[in-house]
T-cell receptor, first 114, second 116 residues
Framework: AQSVTQPDIHITVSEGASLELRCNYS??????LFWYVQSPGQGLQLLLK??????LVQGIKGFEAEFKRSQSSFNLRKPSVHWSDAAEYFC????????????FGKGTSLLVTP | GAGVSQSPRYKVAKRGQDVALRCDPI?????LFWYQQALGQGPEFLTY????????KSGLPSDRFFAERPEGSVSTLKIQRTQQEDSAVYLC??????????????FGPGTRLTVL
């Protein structure tokens, strides 16, 4: 079965510093992978997605992610974090069944300090 | 354009009461998903519709949970005889196409259910 692991429950970074959120997946074939962000009281917003092709994917709000098959990873990065990036971040993999319903990780909570 | 909307945004129920949660997907979207998000957890799949057909309900936790989408647009998730462990945020998502891996799911703001 497909699964996603986000090893870091909480991460704190200073505003302007770089960010990397880790995501590892377990999947039998070529996965399709997503990163979503959830701000308090808000729905999930798609940051970026990977299906195939170029392993470096650009998303919204200055985020990017790199698919590394050898490491079963899909880490999210941003060169310079803004205070408004503080939120919960979820990595997800699409299931082949269930209409490609998403299997989510438990999330990483990002705190940005001044 | 309008996104996915859900109502009510908040629901408090006494244990044993029945509740109904509504989802209005993006107009024309074929696929509709329900997820349950417990506090501090990622969303977990409950059920999937393609138009009015419920193609997968494997994630529904018990027979107290029932979902429908009779006309292929609005969907309702019903929970009978609510229990405290049902307390969670219920998220609805829709996508344009019918179960294709390249679809993007658009999420609503969720309904926060608290069972006392």
């Amino acid at each position: 079965a497909q699964s996603v692991t986000q090893p870091d429950i909480h991460i704190t970074v200073s505003e302007g510093a770089s960010l990397e959120l880790r995501c590892n997946y377990s999947y039998g074939a070529t996965p399709y992978l997503f990163w979503y962000v959830q701000s308090p009281g808000q729905g999930l917003q798609l940051l970026l997605k990977y299906f195939s092709g170029d392993t470096l994917v650009q998303g919204i709000k200055g985020f990017e992610a790199e698919f590394k098959r050898s490491q079963s990873s899909f880490n999210l990065r941003k060169p310079s974090v803004h205070w408004s990036d503080a939120a919960e971040y979820f990595c997800a993999v699409g299931a082949q069944n269930s209409g490609y319903a998403l299997n989510f990780g438990k999330g990483t909570s990002l705190l940005v300090t001044p | 354009g309008a996104g996915v909307s859900q109502s009510p945004r908040y629901k408090v129920a006494k244990r044993g009461q029945d509740v109904a949660l509504r989802c209005d997907p993006i107009s024309g979207h074929v696929s509709l998903f329900w997820y349950q998000q417990a506090l501090g957890q990622g969303p977990e799949f409950l059920t999937y519709f393609q138009n009015e057909a419920q193609l997968d309900k494997s994630g529904l936790p018990s027979d107290r949970f029932f979902a429908e989408r009779p006309e292929g647009s609005v969907s309702t998730l019903k929970i009978q005889r609510t229990q405290q462990e049902d307390s969670a945020v219920y998220l609805c998502a829709s996508s344009n196409l019918a179960g294709r891996r390249t679809d993007t799911q658009y999420f609503g703001p969720g309904t926060r259910l608290t069972v006392l």
